[in-house]
Nanobody
Framework: QVQLVESGGGLVQAGGSLRLSCAPS????????MGWFRQAPGKEREFVAA????????YYADSVKGRFTISRDNARNTVYLQMNSLKPEDTAVYYC?????????????????WGQGTQVTVSS
């Protein structure tokens, strides 16, 4: 059974920082593209960021560009989302995702594998 396990969520004040981690279990994801999505209450799930298998290409939603950074450590089989200058509108459940192709995450936005999500709450 393949699972993506997120961690690092929590409550932070506006302007603060959090780092989310995603560690797959049951499979090595070194050859997979990885991404992060989020879903706020009453809203549809939206794309946040993605990174290709090598870490050489990254993609961001306009709303987080310049504030969030996605990275990966294939030796540790872990993907990170560093979130700085957080705003109340960043409050959401954040989901880790994985797929063989980066386009499925960034363009189609329907990756094969999903985590259970971690809550991020930004207070004003």
């Amino acid at each position: 059974q393949v699972q993506l396990v997120e961690s690092g969520g929590g409550l932070v004040q506006a302007g603060g920082s959090l780092r989310l981690s995603c560690a797959p279990s049951g499979r090595t994801f070194g050859s997979y593209a990885m991404g992060w999505f989020r879903q706020a209450p009453g809203k549809e799930r939206e794309f946040v960021a993605a990174i290709d298998w090598s870490g050489g290409r990254t993609y961001y939603a306009d709303s987080v560009k310049g504030r969030f950074t996605i990275s990966r450590d294939n030796a540790r089989n872990t993907v990170y989302l560093q979130m700085n200058s957080l705003k109340p509108e960043d409050t959401a459940v954040y989901y880790c995702a994985a797929d063989r192709t980066i386009n499925t995450i960034v363009v189609v936005r329907s990756p094969r594998f999903w985590g259970q999500g971690t809550q991020v709450t930004v207070s004003s």
